[in-house]
């Protein structure tokens, strides 16, 4: 029976890339051995188009990408065939989470989002520079956001959201208002994109993450790699797919469980 074909899901911050210095140096060998396999490494973040773009120039990724918790899926030119770089949006804009954001402090709930924030406060938050974070602050369909209030207004600001369609997930560092899109949203469009890709081929998809944000990402795969982090213990095991939890954390457990996984399918 021919091995399958792999496709990888992964979150950035915490997972792929080291929390406190954004280092992906212990992942090395587990991505070089997916290039020398062609298995795509699909990026799944918070992070920006112009973010993971710089990212993905460092890894020197060429696979798809998804933005801002599922708010876009950036496919490259000739991807799936020949053509231009697509961009499938999903959900509200950042222009209506904005809106609704700017209803919510005049009724009193207290926060600080990257809208609030210079380049410079933003950097101090984030441990970005200040050129990475000005492309953390271009955004497309999130808000990320600092909580200054107590937990019994966050849980009113969380049910506020509710009622207008938003919904508000915690994040590696940040709490995303956001619209009712999530990390599956882009997870499932590629997958329906590699199976038409790939019609004859039998089709794992793997997906790693860290926090709660991740959650339906991780379900919406046929295995679930939680990596140790500040969050992971928040994040519940999927009943319907294989779930694996990573003993080393940030970049070091992806690597592990990576490595793992491609000796088990005989990569």
């Not at 956001?145 to 508000?168: I, P, T, Y």
Request: charged share 25%; aromatic share 8%; with cysteine.
């Amino acid at each position: 029976m021919p091995k399958p074909r792999l496709l990888l899901f992964s979150d950035l911050d915490g997972t792929l890339l080291d929390h406190d210095s954004y280092d992906w140096s212990p992942a090395k060998p587990a991505l070089k051995k997916l290039a020398a396999s062609n298995i795509p490494v699909v990026l799944n973040s918070s992070k920006t188009a112009g973010e993971i773009r710089a990212v993905r120039e460092q890894l020197g990724n060429t696979a798809p990408f998804i933005v801002e918790n599922g708010a876009a899926v950036i496919v490259p030119a000739n991807c799936f065939g020949p053509g231009p770089e697509q961009v499938q949006s999903f959900g509200a804009s950042r222009d209506e989470v904005l809106a609704l954001l700017k209803e919510c402090r005049a009724g009193g709930f207290q926060f600080r989002s990257f809208a609030d924030m210079s380049p410079s406060e933003l950097a101090g938050h984030s441990k970005l520079s200040e050129s990475e974070a000005e492309l953390a602050k271009d955004r497309a369909g999130t808000e990320p956001l600092l909580w200054e209030g107590d937990e019994d207004s966050l849980a009113r600001f969380r049910q506020k959201l509710d009622e207008h369609n938003c919904r508000l997930v915690q994040g590696g560092r940040f709490l995303h208002a956001m619209g009712t899109f999530d990390k599956a949203d882009g997870v499932r469009f590629l997958l329906g994109k590699y199976r038409e890709l790939f019609v004859q081929e039998r089709l794992i998809a793997i997906a790693l993450g860290d926090s709660p944000n991740d959650q339906h990402m991780l379900e919406a795969a046929d295995i679930a790699v939680i990596v140790r982090g500040v969050h992971s213990e928040s994040v519940s095991l999927p009943s319907q797919s294989r779930a694996i939890r990573s003993i080393k954390a940030g970049p070091a457990g992806w690597n592990e469980c990576v490595l793992n996984l491609l000796i088990e399918y005989s990569y």
